[in-house]
């Protein structure tokens, strides 16, 4: 349960729309909460800088943070970036040197601010978790510490666009996200230019989705903002959090390992939340955490945060799958160094007789419909509505798969199996998909981890090479960072596939891999009988004020056309539409996903996503309509996009886009 405080040691005042001027003559607007008498007794800065508009957005969440830390001493400035929300400009791409100039600019534009202590901490959860990463690699002088929650080090590797070389569905899916998020106008009641904004900002909005695609190997594009590229340009103090049920698991592990006695970790259950309001539970007092590590790094206050553990995760115990479960079980595990001595490696032979501890023969081949994976759920799930994986069962059954025996005691992981294979495949091109699995014997079946390469990258992510068939390769596979212990009774299994959808693109052509050898590596734990750390319980500030207009709903369901034979994975998410009670906009939109394949045709993939966005006030409405759709054919990925907008009944803006991408090594 959340407790929700208002008592504080400081008493809050709140500056709505503060300006903050760039050194080009761009305004950014940002909402600040600060202890009332910061003027006379200056507090240090804490910036979240992101573009999900503070008026509307992220204002639930918002409103049930930054008053909290404010209310500890804390000036607490959340901007948008320039082109969104209330701020001026326009944003080009993601994570751009314009954005990351502009958050050195913005600290240090409050490092001078009377207020200000002159100390600055940066924070903020997804793309606000990875641009105070890349701010830090840029090194401002007031910023001294971080705090980055479900966030990457590595843009290639491990974010939305590609995983292991292989395109993501959720690149077509997140450039239907911004190409809708930044439709959006600056509001009415803090802007008086705010129609012209608009426009300019409609004239001006990319279709991102076909720039990403484009950059299929691992280029100068992608080293741009990935800190992996030069970790001791960090000096900042860090601490990272992440989540087994989110796919931004891997960064905690890689920061704590690459930044020994700077950074400090905390993996939950959590999905793509922060950690004080993330499901599944248990959850965590985030925003107190958060306030010990700002004390000690922004204040020099002495409270021992330095020597907390480097690494502490929560390792979940076999439970029956559920993919909108509010809580999982475990055990709170603190690793005082990381990578832990108390993780041993473990091998496992891929063999006939299934994954077992003697090395064996082995003759199998992989070769998977095109609509496996429906099951996968999202790359980020937010919430309960079935985003989290389904039972494996059904996907295990079109898989290749080995199982151990049935455990005779419990087999605890924390850290990333590594899957080595020998294999040959009868195409030049083909995806391999390796899903760890925890089998109950009742023959569900929970994922614990997965891993996906595109073969072409077998040797080199920045430079693929194409297979020739049927000669054999060593192949290896990182899956991601798990912390899991198996029941005795129930089998371990890794499931191979080629195919993955839609959470991976297909691969052109129908492949099949051979395997004459195969291991894998375990890193096994000795897990923990209770919890080695504790955190205070979940609290935040007030929430927000409002009233429901009229009601939403969701649904996620997979449909099979007896006709033709296609399966198509629909996604529907209704908002509510909602007033804020104390400025009067009222927010809501719509989201459709459709995701069909045939399971024959790797070529009949095609994606088709809608995005609505609503605001009004009184008399005063807007509404803007993004729709994309992407298909492939052996050759090329083709997407278009329409871009439309209301002012009350009139069409004020009407935009298409059509993109054809060449695949290189795809």
Known sequence: MTAIRTDFPHRVVETPDMAIPMPDGTTL?????????????????????????????????????????????????????????????????????????????????????????????????????????????????????????????????DDVHFKGGCLLGENIGWGAVMLSYSSRPPDPALRQGWRQTWLDRLEANPFLAPVWAAHQSRDAYWQHGSVCEDYSRITAKVLSFGGWADNYMNTVSHLVTNLPGQAKGIVGPWVHQYPHTATPGPRIGFLQEALRFWDRWLKGIENGAEDDPAYRAYMLDSEPPDSSTPARKGTWLAEADWPTPRTDDRVLHLTGAGLTGDAGPLSAVVHTPQHHGLYSGEFFPMGLNAEMPADQAPEDAMATCFDTAPLDAPLALLGAPRLRLRLSSDAPRANLVARLCDVAPDGSSVRICHGMLNLTHRDSRAHPTDLTPGVEVDVDLVLDQCGYRLAAGHRLRIALSTTYWPFIWPAAHDAALTLSAGSLTLPVHPGAAADECHFEPPETAKPWAHRTVSDGHATRRIEEDMLTGTRTLIVEDFSSDVENLDHGLVTGHDLTERWTIHPDDPLSARSDIRWEQRLSRGDWSVRTVAETQMWADAAVLHMTATLTAWEGEEIVFHRDYTHAVPRNHL
Not at 96 to 125: F, H, R, Y
Not at 135 to 155: E, Y
Request: charged content about 20%; hydrophobic content about 40%.
């Open 29 to 157: 607007s940002a909402r600040v909460w600060m202890p009332e008498d910061a003027g006379r007794n200056p507090v240090p800065a804490i910036l979240e800088y992101i573009p999900y508009r503070k008026r509307d957005g992220t204002l639930p969440r918002d409103e049930m943070m930054h008053p909290w830390w404010a209310g500890h001493g804390y000036a607490t400035v959340r901007v948008d970036m320039r082109g969104n929300g209330d701020s001026d400009g326009l944003m080009h791409d993601e994570y751009t040197e314009t954005e990351l100039q502009d958050a050195c600019d913005v600290i240090a534009w409050l490092a001078a601010q009377d207020w200000c202590s002159g100390a600055v901490g940066m924070m903020g959860k997804s793309w606000g978790g990875f641009n105070c990463l890349q701010t830090a690699f840029l090194q401002p002088p007031a910023l001294k510490a971080v705090i980055s929650v479900c966030s990457t080090v590595d843009r290639y590797a």
